[in-house]
């Protein structure tokens, strides 16, 4: 066949005249603008018809858990830090409630300070163990007070969250872990341990984690992380859905657990309301509450009792959590606006040196599919003269296709499944192509990359 007479829709037209296509990036990572009606089916999972809408969180069942985690404070000595019997207490109620709703739950221990500490992990049944979502909150507080918003809010949302999770036997695409850290007071130890101690091949099922740490401020703010963009766009979805204005959290990054998974590579996001910083006029006009004032006055604190929690933060945040938990989890159910593909043509040297083809994949959380498609078009007069791998963005080659001297057919045209679950999806993938035997020639004339 000759190069030009091959045909092409208008479509893969537009898109090879703009180069490499990639799926649209998220509407609101364009800077300014209003979200647009999202063309891009990466960032509508939760809106996609595949993905069922997240229950709403009832406020007065987390706000039970902090009465209860008041309680255990005040009978330990007024506090539920690390290595003192209410930080155990805490635990052992969590773990009661997650074992009775059908979780299976682990009690991870480590030594700071001299003392022992837990993290409690709850895994729900099902999912994809190579796509794990784990959303988590430290459960610790500091030894002068209770830690009823740091970080029993926290804790509460998302002990109910996996208790909805379980009410509505959900059956998401990815594996749920839930996860509540020991001794982040004392500078994210639990947090940091747990990751240390995971495999690498471990950490890269892990998709993404999602922190809850001061939820619900008593002069709040609405912060969003700013860090993988698709979480961050999850919030802040759910934010504009409910018509409140949100900022981007900055009272210092990283002083929490999803530091932790972000230094090793893991794709994180998070809610906050603030801690001991200044609520502005401007913050107080769009938010309410009380400008000049700490956004936590009882930040660390003997006055962080049930007391200093603002409802409507922590209900809006408890629900916030449920939106993301069912949103992420429901995995990318292969729809169109998923495909990354690049449609121009590259020539094959006739026996000669192999040639690649790029696709950049931008805006996805965590790796890649253990069923990565890889759709190849290779216009060709001997397709067995071929070698063909796909290379992920580290360089990892995969064979698709071996040479044979005996496969005298015309063209590659098929669909490979590949177990890219290993690599990062973001970034550049090529399709390496070589001819290895003299007198036929070809090109690649297209080929896509399917989440
Ligand atoms: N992690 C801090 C604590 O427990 C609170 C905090 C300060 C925070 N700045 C933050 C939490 C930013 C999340 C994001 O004392
Ligand atoms: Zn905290
Ligand atoms: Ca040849």
Redesign the pocket.
């Known amino acids: 066949m000759s190069h030009s007479a091959h045909r092409r829709t208008a479509a893969a037209t537009a898109l090879a005249l703009a180069g490499l296509l990639t799926a649209a990036v998220p509407a609101a990572a364009a800077p300014g603008g209003p979200p647009a009606a999202a063309p891009d089916s990466r960032v509508s999972a939760a809106t996609s018809p595949a993905a069922l809408a997240a229950p709403d969180i009832p406020l007065a069942n987390v706000k039970a858990h902090l009465s209860e985690l008041q309680s255990i404070a005040g009978a330990n000595g007024g506090n539920r830090a690390h290595g003192r019997p209410g930080y155990k207490a805490s635990v052992d109620y969590l773990k009661a409630k997650l074992d009775a709703a059908g979780f299976t739950t682990t009690v991870q221990q480590f030594t700071s300070s001299g003392a022992t500490g837990y993290n409690l992990i709850a895994d729900w049944p099902g999912g994809d163990p190579n796509q794990v979502l784990m959303a988590g909150a430290?459960l610790d507080s500091v030894s002068s007070g209770p830690g009823m918003n740091?970080?029993g809010s926290g804790s509460a949302g998302v002990l109910e969250t996996a208790l909805a999770v379980s009410r509505a036997q959900l059956q998401p695409a990815k594996h749920l872990r839930f996860a509540w850290w020991g001794a982040?007071?004392l500078g994210l130890v639990g947090s940091r341990y747990h990751v240390s101690n995971l495999s690498s091949a471990d950490r890269s099922k892990i998709s993404g984690y999602l922190n809850f740490?001061?939820i619900g401020s008593p002069n709040p703010g609405y912060f969003v992380y700013d860090d993988d963009p698709v979480i961050e766009q999850t919030f802040k979805d759910f934010y504009a859905g409910i018509g409140v204005p949100t900022e981007i959290?900055t009272?210092?990054d990283g002083?929490?657990d999803h530091a932790s998974f972000k230094n090793v590579g893991i794709a994180v996001g998070g809610l906050?309301t603030g801690?001991s910083r200044t609520k502005s006029s401007a913050q107080a006009q769009k938010w309410g509450g009380t400008a000049g004032q700490a956004f936590d006055r009882c930040y660390?604190s003997s006055c962080d009792t049930t007391s200093n929690i603002n409802d409507t933060a922590l209900d809006r945040n408890s629900d916030a959590i449920a939106h993301a938990v069912w949103a992420l989890s429901a995995g990318s159910t292969v729809p169109p606006g998923d495909v990354f593909e690049n449609t121009q043509d590259v020539a094959i040297p006739d026996n000669g040196a192999a040639v690649t083809s790029p696709v950049t994949v931008s805006g996805r959380t965590g790796n890649a599919p253990a069923t990565l498609k890889v759709g190849v078009d290779i216009k060709h007069t001997w397709r067995g003269d071929l070698v063909v791998d796909l290379l992920a963005p580290d360089g990892t080659a995969y064979r698709l296709k071996n040479s044979s001297s005996s496969d005298s057919a015309d063209n590659v045209i098929a669909t490979y499944t590949v177990n890219a679950s290993s690599e990062t999806a973001n970034g550049t993938w090529q399709l390496r192509v070589q001819d290895v035997a003299r007198y036929d020639t070809g090109y690649i004339d297209s080929w896509r990359l399917t989440f």
């Open positions: 430290h740091d970080n982040e007071e740490d001061m959290e009272e210092g002083r929490s906050f801690a660390h």
